[in-house]
């Protein structure tokens, strides 16, 4: 299959020769090429001031997808933080729900900055992409913070104030390290994968625990039922994103032939998008059940 690839990379080099404005892999820099080996056509010339670059948003080139399929998300997401936090009709605890859809407009519009300024320079490319990666612990903060507020309630806990303000610095802390190292590996720091895969893993066993024994604990079947859909949901996106990632689908199997229009990274921006609504739509409705409007 490589070797196939490597075939119609040459071919490809033909194809994308035709525009001054594109390079195939076998011209481009190793640093805007090394992460994806069967992406051989569509890649923006480096190097060129940044306003240039940032116009490219408007082109097509092989990050056309990644950086709409992410700015298009953050923009919603943000809104409606925006929609949630203003209504004077809820209460305090109904607006908890606004952490993760402003935690995810923030992960979705940093990913699409990153994609589009990545072709400027390679300082700028491991920057921006370590910016991103970072992000992703902010947005598994957001989800373990709701989690948390939501399992410690007065009801249950005499001591649901101090427990809380326990959640909090203990998710936050998590949160910083998390995306200190992540992001710092992404800039040269040496660390075994296998390490960010723990980081990541913990966070979301943090996120999900509370949640599951909120479902365990509830007397009401409607909140059991809530949390367990978006739960599948939510992780079931997210897996499914993981799975065209890892897998290189489709341009490992049709090399040169989606380059421009969207591959594996593209369709993991859609799944977790997907996910991050799901768990945006589960929290919003399982808060709104347990904390009726005041």
Not at 36 to 58: D, H, I, Q, S, W
Not at 82 to 106: C, E, H, N, T, W
Request: charged share 20%.
């Amino acid at each position: 299959m490589v070797e196939e690839s490597l075939k119609v990379g040459r071919r490809c080099c033909q194809w994308d020769g035709e525009d001054g404005e594109l390079d195939c892999a076998h011209k481009a820099p190793s640093w805007i090429t090394r992460d994806n080996k069967f992406l051989l056509r569509g890649y923006r010339k480096t190097g060129r001031p940044m306003l240039e670059v940032l116009g490219t948003a408007f082109s097509l080139h092989n990050e056309t997808f990644n950086i709409w399929s992410h700015a298009i998300p953050s923009a919603w997401f943000l809104a409606q933080t925006l929609r949630v936090v203003s209504d004077d009709q809820i209460g305090f605890m109904q607006k908890i729900p606004a952490m993760v859809s402003g935690a995810g407009g923030y992960l979705f519009g940093v990913s699409a900055f990153a994609h589009l300024v990545c072709a400027h320079g390679e300082r700028t490319n491991a920057v921006c992409f370590a910016c991103d990666k970072a992000s992703i612990p902010i947005f598994l903060w957001s989800c373990s913070m709701g989690s948390s507020m939501l399992y410690l309630r007065e009801e249950r806990f005499k001591s649901f104030s101090l427990l809380r303000k326990f959640a909090v610095v203990l998710n936050t802390a998590s949160c910083v390290c998390a995306s200190y190292t992540i992001g710092m590996s992404s800039l040269g720091w040496e660390m075994n994968n296998e390490v960010k895969v723990k980081i990541l893993a913990s966070q979301v066993v943090g996120g999900l625990l509370p949640a599951i024994l909120e479902m365990v604990k509830t007397t009401d079947p409607p909140v059991r039922n809530l949390i367990l859909r978006y739960a599948i949901l939510s992780c079931g996106w997210a897996s499914v994103g993981a799975a065209f990632f890892v897998a290189f689908f489709p341009e490992k199997y049709f090399p040169g032939i989606l380059d421009k229009l969207v591959y594996s990274h593209g369709a993991m921006h859609i799944c977790v998008a997907l996910s991050v609504l799901n768990a945006f739509r589960g929290y919003t409705k399982v808060f709104r059940r347990v904390y009726p409007r005041p």
